[in-house]
């Protein structure tokens, strides 16, 4: 191999577990490397700070550095109940865990003028192109509406949503970062949605999630009153509008 016998043989000596078992236990809430080395310095180790990444890095305790997406500038658009059906449809997840662990989410579609909850899809996961096909299903049984609201998730700004709503002349209205109340109602169903459901059930499976998820979407649109609609069901109140027009 044409190396020294002695290089072969060689082993090295550097001990860094006092240095790994000091960056253990400071790094126990999770902070970064910098707020980690000072306070080493501060109880009094000595290590310069190569010494110390470079223990940090081969325990990779690194954190990778997410950057902060830049939206486009929102305008606010009114809350208005639209005068017909599929004029304007509202989008939004909620979310839950199984009695194992697993998260699960829940696609919620509200026709704004009269509160019919149009479709709840239940997955595991909601990537863009999930929703997109979602949307598809229900447009071919419901119809196609003409605005799409909803809030600034990364199913909803990705390039796929955006340019299947370009594709299909369906307008996004996005409301504004931090303004939940810009969808006030799909955001007053979410609440009625958990309180009935999600906070009052303990689910062992995703299938029964959808069971139960189904039942009460019935219950809602064809049997619990609103409020809003002369305290009669979204469905009744559609039907009797859809008559007198």
Known sequence: MEIHRSYYYYQEKRDDTEVEEAIR?????????????????????????????????????????????????????????????????????????????????????????????????????????????TLEKVIWLNGK?????????????????????????ISILYTQPGCPTQNGYIERFNGSYRRAVLDAYIFRSIEEVKRVTQEWNCYYNNERPHESLDNIPPMEYRTKRCDTQ
Not at 111 to 131: C, G, T
Not at 155 to 167: A, L, M, R
């Open 145 to 169: 509406p003409k605005n799409i609201r909803c809030d600034n998730g990364p199913e909803f700004i990705s390039k796929d949503f955006q340019e299947w709503c370009k594709g299909n002349d």
């Open 25 to 133: 236990t400071a790094a126990k809430y999770g902070d970064g490397f910098w707020k980690i080395f000072k306070r080493l310095r501060r109880e009094g180790k000595n290590w310069n700070h190569k010494k110390v990444y470079r223990v940090y890095k081969n325990m990779h305790y690194e954190k990778r550095v997410r950057l902060k997406k830049r939206l486009p500038a929102r305008v606010k658009t009114p809350l208005e109940q639209p005068s017909e059906p599929n004029m304007t449809w509202s989008l939004d997840f909620v979310g839950d865990v199984l009695e194992c662990g697993r998260k699960f989410r829940v696609l919620n579609i509200m026709d704004d003028s009269d509160k019919v909850a149009v479709s709840q899809e239940v997955s595991m996961s909601f990537p863009a192109r999930r929703v997109i096909k």
